[in-house]
């Protein structure tokens, strides 16, 4: 219930960041000003007795969010990506939540999996290991199949996970609600529809059945990637608790004294994560959205390896290409065709002014453009993109909330491979290629055939339709005069007919 209980829930968090000496750091690495530093430390300092404990063995930060629960965790493993905003200290201690939480025994593991799939472990594989990695919602054990020796990666949920989701989220929905009462002005950053999309991803990440079908259709659409792996899923041995999948032998891709080793070139590898990232959400609409280093790895042979697909972030064909044009006016530093793109997709409200929103974009992109990306301050960037949003009264896309958030992850991803790389020279090659094909002459062509193709199969259909609509607008009751409907359907049949074969005739030439 989302109730005024859960202003303990949000005090506790407050006392455990106290508790275990993380707050300071936090409001630190976030440069928080003076007035949210001293609401934090009255809210946390008071109750520091009730804060969890949490394992004394890890650094305050990693400590305080294992112990508050699976939602805290996704967001401190977003937090490791990012050394340009919390620092490289914080980072990587938060590395730790990638894949090296604290198991849960393997002998639940095994009771569960039998529970799943109605038949014994040790039946399924002639080899099950203890946990070889241990997330926020599952960990994975190396395997054997014992029909056919094939080595596997089996993934089981952690017990009771749903019911702790569903537990930091009630809280999270109560927090939001309170933020949009005290504060009017962050309603356009609609909290409630932020925390409500944050539900949908996660609830989906907790049917393992799921996760094998995204693998499936990603594995389908990146088939013809050069240097780019899927593992496959194993539908039989897999359902809503457990997961089978083929084994990915590699290095980790946040491992960069392994990468070394290995001889993998991090500044080719970095390169390629941003690039595949932008080829797969803008050639394909559908994008691995949990890009962390943790599920990467890096082949023998220098392919990347994907891994973990609970969380996929699927765009449509016209926000693919508005985030592309955005993209792409940046790189050309063409501003006010970035700010028209903003006005066009209804992102900026239609009574600012344009001029003024494309000077605001200029002052976020000039600074970046020609330096060195160890001297660029993401935090600083990411505040002054939050006032300039602000005073333009952009609202949240909660549409958009994955690719964002994606984004931020694969760019820290590839700045802890190569901390020099610049993202817009990296980014050009993708972006110039999806303009190419899918704005201009191209996307025009192929607009029209798929515009002939609805017509062709809804044109028989078309007079109902728009006879259904405007009796509807104008309120009047259906004629009984039989001749006058025998005239009505004969018009319209013949005006189906004739879009029918527009259609056909359209999709055919084009």
């Not at 599952?138 to 056919?148: I, K, N």
């Not at 499936?216 to 999948?245: C, H, I, K, Y």
């Not at 941003?274 to 890096?298: E, I, P, S």
């Not at 993708?430 to 303009?435: A, N, P, R, T």
């Amino acid at each position: 219930m989302r109730g005024p209980h859960n202003i303990w829930r949000l005090i506790r968090t407050g006392a455990t960041l106290e508790k275990s000496g993380a707050m300071g750091a936090v409001l630190e690495a976030f440069r928080a000003p003076p007035r949210l530093r001293l609401v934090a430390r009255i809210l946390g300092w008071p109750f520091k007795w009730a804060g969890l404990d949490g394992d004394p063995t890890l650094p305050p930060l990693t400590r305080a969010l294992t112990a508050l629960g699976p939602a805290y965790i996704k967001f401190g493993q977003i937090l490791s990506t990012r050394p340009d905003v919390v620092g490289d200290e914080l980072a990587l201690q938060l590395r730790f939540l990638q894949d090296r939480l604290p198991p849960f025994p393997t002998a639940t593991a095994r009771m569960m999996i039998e529970d799943e799939l109605e038949i014994s472990v040790d039946t399924l594989f002639s080899e099950f290991s203890e946990p070889v990695a241990a997330a926020s919602i599952a960990q994975v054990h190396q395997a054997r199949l014992a029909e056919t020796g094939e080595k596997v990666a089996v993934k089981v949920l952690r017990p009771g996970i749903l019911r702790a989701f569903r537990k930091d989220i009630d809280a999270f929905y109560f927090a939001a609600s309170m933020i949009e009462w005290l504060s009017p002005s962050s309603r356009r950053l609609r909290p409630t529809d932020v925390i409500r999309h944050f539900e949908g991803v996660v609830m989906g990440e907790l049917d393992l059945r799921l996760e094998a079908a995204a693998a499936a259709e990603f594995a389908s659409n990146t088939a013809g990637d050069e240097a780019f792996q899927v593992p496959s899923a194993n539908w039989f041995l897999s359902g809503r608790q457990v997961l089978t999948m083929g084994w990915a032998e590699g290095v980790p891709l946040g491992d960069n004294d392994a990468l070394d080793a290995a001889g993998h070139d991090r500044t080719q590898l970095a390169a390629r994560v941003l690039q595949l990232f932008l080829r797969h959400a803008l050639r394909d609409g559908y994008f691995h959205a949990d890009m962390h280093q943790g599920n990467l790895k890096v082949a023998a042979n220098g392919d990347i390896i994907a891994l973990d697909f609970g969380i996929m972030g699927r765009i449509d064909e016209y926000t693919r290409r508005v985030y592309a044009e955005i993209l792409y006016g940046f790189i050309r530093k063409d501003y006010r065709r970035v700010a028209e793109v903003h006005f066009e997709a209804g992102y900026v409200p239609p009574d600012r002014d344009v001029d003024e929103f494309a000077r605001a974009l200029r002052s976020v992109g000039e600074p970046i453009f020609g330096m060195d990306a160890t001297r660029i301050s993401m935090a600083r960037l990411l505040n002054y993109l939050f006032e300039v949003t602000e005073r333009f009264g952009m609202e949240t896309r909660t549409e958009l909330i994955l690719l964002q958030r994606t984004m931020v992850v694969v760019e820290g991803v590839a700045r802890s491979l190569n901390p020099h790389i610049n993202i817009w020279e990296v980014s050009r090659p993708e972006v110039e290629g999806y303009i190419r094909g899918h704005i201009g002459p191209q996307a025009v062509l192929r607009d029209l055939r798929e515009t002939g193709r609805v017509l062709a199969r809804f044109g028989p259909r078309l007079p109902q339709l728009v006879e259904a609509s405007l009796r509807r607008q104008l309120h009047q009751p259906v004629v009984p005069v039989v001749i006058e409907r025998r005239r009505s359907n004969l018009t319209w049949m013949v005006a189906g007919s004739a879009l029918t074969a527009l259609g056909v005739w359209i999709g055919t030439i084009l």
